[in-house]
């Protein structure tokens, strides 16, 4: 059973800095790419920042920047770093597995994590 575990959210005052951790757990063969969304309060699920297998990053125009998106394949493990946050940035934050794999089964899936909380106060 493949988990995707999120931690390292909290409350923070604006301006100020967090760092977010995924790691994912199970019979994981392969991961192609790994990624952080984020649902603000009124809006829809959107894009944050991704990496792919081969280092490539994508990273959304408001928090270019401020935000930078890494890796520790080996382990499954990714990060999002936020500086300068903002009260806009408050939401909550999941992270993303693209076209993974596991040694049970050749097709590639998507899987998400139960997010967590982010809130930046003025």
């Known amino acids: 059973q493949v988990r995707l575990v999120e931690s390292g959210g909290g409350l923070v005052q604006a301006g100020g800095s967090l760092r977010l951790s995924c790691v994912a757990s199970g019979r994981i063969f392969s991961i192609n790419g790994m990624g952080w969304y984020r649902q603000v309060l009124g809006k829809q699920r959107e894009l944050v920042a991704a990496i792919t297998f081969d280092g490539t990053t994508d990273v959304a125009d408001s928090v270019k920047g401020r935000f930078a998106i890494s890796r520790d394949a080996a382990k499954y493990t990714w990060y999002l770093e936020m500086n300068s946050l903002k009260p806009e940035d408050t939401g909550v934050y999941y992270c993303?597995?693209?076209?993974?794999?596991?040694?049970?089964?050749?097709?590639?899936?998507?899987?998400w994590g139960q997010g967590t909380q982010v809130t930046v106060s003025s």
């Open positions: 993303h597995a693209d076209g993974l794999r596991t040694w049970d089964s050749g097709a590639y899936g998507d899987y």
